[in-house]
């Protein structure tokens, strides 16, 4: 079984439509992250949570929001969606080992979302 | 300029042999750095870390030169299954990945 999963895999919306993606991990790992992934850009962090009651801006979070429901569950919504917010949204959860300050990121398998 | 800078590619290279990407980064202050691997339309998964020492695994090696802000991954002896898109990562104050690099393999 997948520790990351994430929900649906694949969507298509109309501009304007609330749309929100899930994500759970059964790695018992404390911080998840959503992230985007467009052409020539890169994977690029929208919100981060380093435990269930911390929330935390990324890179491009304007019209996007954030839940973290549980510590195994990090929702990502889009409010009101519009085309540019087409793309592939990962999430992805870390654990920050004591006596390490390595932080690797492990991935969820994706969500190809389509605005039109 | 960008944090963390890679060459898109595609590297267009013969099986068996050994290429190298660099990946720059414009924070000095940057502490961890890492290498991974993302098939097409797969998630990345951590090929490896980058220490300071440089690293090995296999055919992989990592390495890091602080003093010109660049990290490089060599893979030798170049297999098919080694067609993939390379991202490198930085941590400074927060994880900030590469564009990535596309290696093609072929026959």
């Known amino acids: 079984d997948a520790d990351v999963t994430q929900t649906p895999r694949n969507r298509i919306t109309k501009t304007g439509k609330r749309i929100m993606l899930e994500c759970s991990q059964t790695k018992g790992h404390d911080r998840m992250y959503w992230y985007r992934q467009d052409p020539g850009l890169g994977l690029r962090l929208i919100y981060y949570?380093?435990?269930?009651?911390?929330?935390n801006k990324g890179e491009i979070s304007d019209g996007y929001s954030v839940s973290r429901q549980a510590q195994a569950k990090f929702s990502l919504s889009l409010e009101s969606a519009i085309p540019n917010q087409t793309a592939l949204y990962f999430c992805?959860?870390?654990?920050?080992?004591?006596?390490?300050?390595?932080?690797?990121?492990?991935f969820g398998p994706g969500t190809r979302l389509t605005v039109l | 300029r960008k944090e963390v800078e890679q060459d898109p590619g595609p590297f267009n290279v013969p099986e068996g042999a050994t290429v190298a990407f660099n990946c720059t980064y414009s924070n000095s202050a940057s502490q961890s750095f890492f290498w991974y691997r993302q098939d097409c339309r797969k998630e990345p998964k951590l090929l490896m870390s980058?220490?300071?020492s440089g690293n090995e695994d296999g055919r992989f090696t990592a390495q890091l030169n602080r003093a010109s802000q660049y990290i490089s991954l060599l893979i030798r002896d170049s297999k098919l299954s080694d067609s993939a898109t390379y991202l490198c990562a930085v941590i400074s104050l927060k994880l900030i990945f590469g564009a990535g690099t596309r290696l093609a393999v072929h026959p």
């Open positions: 992805a959860t870390s654990d920050q080992s004591k006596g390490e300050t390595i932080d690797t990121q492990y």
């Open positions: 980058v220490y300071s």
């Open positions: 949570s380093f435990d269930v009651k911390d929330i």
